[in-house]
């Protein structure tokens, strides 16, 4: 993968040939030497702990949210919290998986948007492929044979409570009222690529002009105030359960409207027409089907009302209505004797600058909560002139609003080790993120120079060295005064295009060379953790499907024919459910349907025995590319295929070695895939 983005980088950058030829003689010494280096190892209790949890099938460890922590909780009790929070009306239980029922649906749907009506005589696809080109391959990208409803899974709201049990009592007390967010992940459904799409469009639409998206737009609208800051008081307003209680029909309509005042906007990003865009909207949102794995049974829900959490428009949509019913919040408190000096937003929490009495206030919330049925807000007061907004606590003080960072209660502080197997990048980032946000909500050097000493004492904790904070610091208050008296940088006309940035695991010091030596061609190496904790122990608080009915894998079919005492196996791979590939295997394997006779490597092998059902899955890869590059690495290591035709000690069922993987890194992949 690297060469190929090398070989294209050529053109863009002015690397010749012999460039590229040395960079990748480099890279492969670099990874065979990374290759052989024995990998750090974690301490031997954590290892022991972490193992006896994966095995303890009693356990789930769910993420918390809104904290960066892990909740551990037996799997009754998180079950039956989970099946607490499915209740309708947002939520009825369903007696069967609709979502291959559904994929058919949806695909009718999609054709009709793209290619019109049905015609007598003719396909409609073949008529979009002749028609419209690029209509034709958005159907290709979107539309779906399968679909399987994926997993509730919840996240524990560890953010409405004061602090973790501590006591029998506490705890139990605490799993009685624990508090779950269903989320319902639509990787697995067959609307999924169409909701990406759909994301794209709703993307142009212009944002509520109270919306805000970062807490600096917060701390901008307090001090263009401060003429207010005696005369109104803070208030907080929150939208219990947004993201279900939005009216979908009455969203969709708006929608529809802003996406045909935004035509032009929308074309550039799709060939749909706005209706079509709204229409496809819609049946998305109605196909909110999840599975739940409640003992020895699957239990299937249909979410009802409003938008699931899970879906990536849904934040969008939401967005879009609640700048729709917050159009007159100024008039109706102007109405009940009140002002609203200034409001925003972010997601579902409202900060107001409100003045008037209690009474003005409680009258304003009620008409509020009866504009719309579905829509119910409640209220939190500022205490002693001070309120918490976002990682904010404003307080108004000498005339003017000042600022300082805010944490919850909840938080846990937790930054990663300094012994940690990462790029040392990351590890400086974490002090800089947390530098810049002191510097930028503080608004006096007291509070600022509490939150720098706490920031170091946080890090020092964890084993970061003094100088190592100091200097990441020190470089985080420059650049931030350097920024702020900087001026826009004059267009140039000789503009490098921007590097192509590639991701790879981290391989310790030797990463930092391979880094250098990709720079040189214009290609930007990023790291990523191979394995953590977190992504390790969670996995487990996620129902999974049965072997056959899993897809986007790479699998294994050993056959009953031995060559040098070793089973000739076959090394396959599909973006459909297994069980799917495995029965045209199958019918090729037994001539069952002629058009598949000879399409299978297993039709050279009927007088042969292949262990069909004892298939086994290697690997997963989303992406098309990586899956056969996947597939190949396979076939020329485990299966000993080296060439493309047949050769006498080839243990190989394949008929080739798959996309083309260049001798070099043979060696190097060769203890992954074994």
């Known amino acids: 993968m690297v060469s190929d983005i090398a070989i294209k980088q050529a053109d863009q950058q002015g690397v010749t040939g012999d460039d590229i030829t040395a960079f990748l003689n480099k890279a492969e010494k670099i990874l065979t030497r990374a290759n052989n280096q024995p990998q750090p190892k974690p301490p031997k209790q954590l290892t022991e702990s972490l193992k006896s949890l994966t095995r303890d099938d009693s356990k ?12 551990v909780i037996s799997k009754s009790d998180y079950t039956a919290a989970l099946l607490r929070s499915l209740q309708s009306p947002v939520y009825e239980e369903v007696t069967s998986d609709p979502a291959e029922a559904f994929a058919g649906r949806f695909n009718e749907h999609l054709l009709t948007a793209l290619a019109g009506p049905a015609v007598r005589g003719r396909r409609r696809d073949t008529m979009l492929k002749e028609n419209n080109p690029e209509g034709y391959q958005l159907y290709r990208r979107l539309s779906k044979t399968h679909g399987r409803s994926g997993p509730f899974y919840g996240l524990v709201k560890t953010h409405k409570y004061s602090s973790p049990p501590s006591t029998d009592d506490d705890r139990l007390n605490w799993i009685a009222n624990l508090k779950l967010r269903p989320i319902c992940p639509a990787h697995r459904g067959a609307d999924y690529e169409l909701t990406k799409h759909l994301t794209k469009c709703l993307k142009v ?12 737009q917060v701390l901008e609208m307090l001090q263009n105030m401060t003429h207010a800051v005696n005369s ?22 708006l929608i529809r409207t802003q996406l045909r005042d935004n035509r ?67 008039l109706l408190a102007a109405n009940c004797g009140g ?57 108004r003080r000498d005339d003017k ?34 530098c810049t946000r002191a510097i930028r909500y503080c608004s006096s050097m007291r509070d600022l120079q509490q939150e720098l000493d706490f920031i170091r004492q946080k890090f020092h904790h964890h084993g970061y060295p003094r100088s190592f904070i100091d200097s990441a610091i020190q470089k985080t208050r420059t650049d931030l005064r350097l920024k702020a008296r900087a001026l826009p940088a004059p267009p140039s006309a000789n503009s490098h295009p921007a590097p192509v940035r590639v991701s790879v695991p981290f391989a310790g010091p030797l990463f ?32 999974h499907l049965p072997k ?83 597939e190949s690495a396979y076939i020329r290591t485990v299966g000993r295929r080296e060439a493309v035709l047949v050769s006498p000690n080839d243990a190989n069922v394949n008929r080739n070695s798959g996309a083309l993987l260049h001798d070099r890194w043979l060696p190097i992949i060769r203890r992954f895939c074994q």
């Open 401 to 434: 609003f000042c600022t300082k960072v805010y944490r919850k209660s909840c938080n846990t502080n937790q930054v990663p080790a300094f012994s940690s197997y990462t790029e040392t990048r990351y590890l400086r980032a974490a002090i800089r993120s947390d």
């Open 205 to 216: 639409l212009p944002r509520p002009p109270h919306s805000v998206s970062s807490p600096l």
């Open 512 to 543: 930092y060379q391979l880094k250098r030596e990709a720079s040189k061609i214009g290609i930007q190496l990023v790291s990523k953790p191979s394995v953590t904790i977190g992504s390790l122990l969670c996995s487990k608080a996620k129902h």
């Open 548 to 630: 056959l009915q899993q897809s986007n894998v790479i699998y294994r079919i050993e056959c009953s024919c031995q060559v040098d005492g070793d089973p000739m196996v076959y090394f396959g791979e599909t973006d459909r459910e297994l069980g799917t590939r495995l029965r045209e295997h199958r019918e090729s394997w037994t001539g069952a349907v002629r058009s598949r006779a000879n399409t299978s490597a297993f039709s050279t092998h009927r007088d042969c025995s292949p262990a069909f059902d004892a298939i086994k899955i290697l690997n997963r890869a989303s992406h098309h590319q990586m899956r056969l590059l996947l």
């Open 232 to 253: 109104c008081r803070l208030v907080s307003l929150d939208v219990e359960a947004m993201f279900p209680s939005i009216p979908t029909q009455t969203a969709i309509s």
């Open 339 to 395: 002002r609203v000096h200034a409001f925003c937003r972010y997601a579902d929490d409202y900060l107001v600058l409100f003045e008037g009495s209690d009474d003005i206030l409680s009258t304003w919330v009620n008409q509020l909560n009866s504009k719309d049925s579905s829509i119910n807000v409640t209220t939190d007061l500022e205490v002693n002139r001070q309120l918490p907004y976002l990682d904010i606590c404003i307080t």
């Open 264 to 330: 032009d906007a929308l074309s550039d990003v799709t060939c749909l027409k706005p209706d079509a865009v709204a229409d496809l909207l819609n049946i998305s949102i109605q196909n909110c089907h999840a599975v739940i794995q409640d003992g020895d049974k699957e239990r299937w829900f249909r979410q009802t009302t409003g938008l699931a959490m899970g879906k990536s428009y849904s934040p969008v949509v939401a967005d879009l209505y609640m700048g729709h019913w917050e159009a007159d919040l100024e």
């Open 60 to 71: 789930v460890i769910v993420p918390a949210d809104k904290a960066k922590a892990l909740v």
